[in-house]
C-alpha cells in the first residue's frame, strides 16, 4: 500500500489528571512495517499515551509527529483522517447490525446523503481476501464469534484507510486458536506496511509477536527494547522493578467433596439456557479451574452458586447439605466464600470505607457486636489485620473503597471472604483487570487457601492463569461441560479447541468450498 506513515513519534509526552501524572514526559515511536508492543501494570499510563495518540485525550506537554510532521489531534476522528486507528478491548460493535453496517456506521469518509451498502460490501470483500480476515459482509454482528468480532474490528480500521493501528489488549478474550489466527493476519498486515502497536499483558504473545517492546512504569518509560532474545523475568522487573515468586505447586492430594454440582439447569439474561444441565463436583484441597470463551455460561455458574440467580433444575450440594434454593448469606453461613467478577457490583459498596467494606456480611458476628451495638474497637482492629496481613494499600480505613486500585480492592475483597476460614472458594476471574504484581499476589493466596485445605472453583478466561494454578481443569462450551482434565493430562491446545466447541478427537470440519463474501 502506498501513502503509509511510515514514523509515528510522540516525543516527551506529559498528560495531568487531578492529582495524578499519568503520563511523565514519556517517548515513544512506531515505525511502518513492525509491531510495537507496549507494556506495564495497570496505572503504568499505556492506555492513557494511546489515547493520546488516537485524539481522545490532549496533551499537557510534548509533541506528536507523523513524519517528520507536527500534529494536533483533536478528537479520534482527527486521527483517524491522518490514518490512525485504535482497537478497542471492548468491542465498538452494534450487534442488531451485520458486518457492513457496523462497518459504514459513523463512517466520514463514504458519501453524505445515500449509503450504498453493496459498495461497502465489495470492498470488504476486497480487503477480507487481501489479509485472510473471513468475514461476510451480510452476517450479523450479533451472530458472530468473539474471534470473528475481532476481525470486523480489525477490517473496520482498515476500510478507513488506517496505516497505523492501535490494539488494545486484542487476545483477552480469545481461544488459542482464535490468537494464533489474529497472530497471522497482524503478519500479514505488517507485511503490507502497516505499523501496529501491541497493548498486553500476556508476555509470551508479546515476545512471538512484536518487533520492539517499550516498557512503562508509574507513567515513566523504563526503556525500548528488541523483543528477541529479551527474557520474561528481565520485562517483569522493569514492568514491576522486582522479580516475581515463583508458584510452587504441591503434590496433588484431594479430600473429601465439598462442592458437588448436579444437573444444574439456568436461564440467562436474554431468556435462553445459559446452563444446561451441568456435573462438576470440588474437592477439599484441590483448585478445579473453569475455562471457556466469555459468555460460555461461567457467569450465571458462579451466580447461581452463590444465590444470586435461581436455578431452574438441579442440584448444588455444600459440605452435604443441599444449598439450591438457600439466600447468599445462608450460603455464607454454610462455609462458602466468594470473590465474584464483578467485584465492584457485587464485592464492595463503592462509596462505603474501607472498613465499612471489610464488615459487609461480618458486623453482626462476635466479637463485632456487643448486644444490639457494634464493637467499633474491635472492628477497626480486625480491618488493620486484614488491610496488613493482604498487604492493601490504603491511606485510612475510613478511605471510600472506590479510590483504591483495582488490585488493593480485589486483595481486599480476598482478605474479607479468607479471614471467615471457608471450605469452599468461588474465585470468578480474581485477576481480571488487575496488574501482574497484585496478580501475583492473588495466585500465591490461592495456592495457599488451596493448601489449607480450601475446596476452589476457579474460573479465568486466561488459559495460562488456569493451567498454572488448576489441579484439574473443565472446558465449559455454550453452557455444557465439555471434558474434566487432570491438569498433566492435557495441554492448552487441546483446551483452547474444547473452549471453541470443537472435540480434538473428531476428523477435522472441511473447509467451505465458496468464497467467504459469499451468501
Known sequence: MTGMIQHVEMAGIVKRFPGVLACDHIDFDLRAGEVHALLGENGAGK????????????????????????????????????????????????????????????????????????????????????????IKPNDLVGHLSVGEQQRVEIVKALYRGAGII?????????????????FVVLRKMVKEGHGLVFISHKLHEVTALCDRITVLRDGKKMGTTPARGVSRDDLIKMMVGRELKKL???????????????QLRVTGDRGTEALAGI?????????????????????????????????????????????TDMKLNQRIDKGLAIIPEERMLDGAVKD???????????????????????NFPKMAEHAQKLVRDFTVKTPTLDTPIK???????????MARELSRKPSVLIAAQPTRGVDIGASEYIHQQLLKQRDSGTAILLTSEDLDE???????????YEGQIMGVFNRQDTDIQTLGLLMAGINPEDPPRPEPAEAVCQD
Open 47 to 134: 492506555s492513557t499515551l494511546m489515547k493520546i495518540l488516537y485524539g481522545m485525550y490532549q496533551i499537557d506537554g510534548g509533541s506528536i509527529s507523523l513524519d517528520g510532521a507536527i500534529q494536533h489531534f483533536h478528537s479520534p476522528a482527527d486521527a483517524l483522517s491522518a490514518g490512525i486507528g485504535m482497537i478497542h478491548q471492548h468491542f465498538m460493535l452494534v450487534p442488531t447490525m451485520t458486518v457492513a453496517q457496523n462497518v459504514a456506521l459513523g463512517d466520514s469518509t463514504g458519501p453524505k446523503v445515500m449509503l450504498d451498502l453493496q459498495a461497502v460490501s465489495e470492498r470488504l470483500c476486497d480487503l477480507s481476501a487481501e489479509y485472510g480476515l473471513r
Open 166 to 182: 492501535i490494539l488494545d489488549e486484542p487476545t483477552a478474550v480469545l481461544t488459542p486458536q482464535e490468537v494464533d489466527d489474529l
Open 248 to 262: 510452587v505447586h504441591r503434590e496433588y492430594k484431594p479430600g473429601p467433596e465439598r462442592l458437588s454440582i448436579s
Open 279 to 323: 456435573d462438576l463436583q470440588v474437592h477439599s484441597g484441590e483448585i478445579l479451574g473453569l475455562a471457556g470463551v466469555s459468555g460460555n455460561g461461567q457467569l450465571e455458574l458462579a451466580e447461581c452458586l452463590i444465590g444470586v440467580r435461581k436455578a431452574d433444575s438441579g442440584t448444588v450440594i455444600l459440605n452435604g447439605v443441599d444449598i
Open 352 to 374: 462505603f470505607s474501607v472498613q465499612e467494606n471489610v464488615f459487609l456480611h461480618d458486623h453482626m458476628v462476635k466479637p463485632f457486636r456487643k448486644g444490639i451495638f457494634l
Open 403 to 413: 479510590n483504591l486500585s483495582g488490585g488493593n480492592i480485589q486483595k481486599l475483597i
Open 466 to 476: 488456569l493451567y498454572g494454578l488448576s489441579d484439574r481443569i473443565a472446558v465449559i
